[in-house]
Structure formats: C-alpha cells, structure tokens
C-alpha cells in the first residue's frame, strides 16, 4: 500500500514514516503542506492519506474538499491526524468525507493495525 503523509511537523512525518515503512510494511510518500499534499496526490495517486488537521494556509478539511472534487482523487481514503477528537469534531470529519480519525499523538507500532481498522469498517 502507498500511503501520503501530510502534516506541517517534521518530526510527526518521520515517525509516521518509520512506522508506516517499518512496523505497516508500506511505501510512504511526504507532504510538509495541504497545497504540496495536493500536488503529490495527484502526481503519485496514494492508496490511503494519512493528513493533520490543522495546518497553516491549507487545513485538513480544505485539502480534503478538493480531493473529494478531484475524478482521480474522490474515492482516496482520507485518515485525519489530530489531537482534536471531541465526538462533535470528529463527527464533523467524518460527514466532510473521511474515512476516520487517528488521536495525536500516536503510538508508531500500532499505527498501522489503527490504520487497518478504520479501513476495514
């Protein structure tokens, strides 16, 4: 599975890449920003974005309205990542169109298994 990675924290990518590569077994792509998410979206075309919420110019609700805009991207699965996880926010996630919510911050090996489930229901 390839998987994108967007989120404006270094240190947030880097471990989201050693678990996602190391512990999920997948490749993963990186994104430091909602517009630069976009653009490696559609040039590599992810099974599976895994985005932060909040984001400077561009946040994860943004992105995720133009993906659901996008033919090639609609049906991409969006996995918000956010310490942000009321049930009325994440609710609110959810209707915008993602497929679930992952609560910052994460543990790295079960991240994948997290990732899994949420695809699976």
Do not use: C
Not at 73 to 97: C, H, N, W
Not at 102 to 107: E, I, R, S
């Amino acid at each position: 599975m390839k998987v994108l990675i967007v989120d404006d924290e270094a240190d947030i990518r880097r471990i989201g890449e050693l678990s996602l590569q190391s512990v999920g077994g997948w490749d993963v792509l990186l994104a430091e920003s909602g517009a630069q998410g976009m653009e490696s979206a559609k040039a590599h075309n992810p099974d599976l974005i895994l985005m932060d919420m909040m984001m400077p110019e561009m946040d994860g609700l943004t992105v995720l309205r133009q993906i659901r805009m996008d033919p090639e991207l609609e049906s991409t699965p969006v996995i918000f990542m956010t310490a942000k996880v009321q049930r009325d926010e994440v609710a609110r996630y959810l209707e915008a169109g993602a497929a679930g919510v992952v609560h910052k911050p994460f543990d790295p090996m079960t991240l994948p298994d997290e990732i899994r489930t949420i695809l699976s229901d």
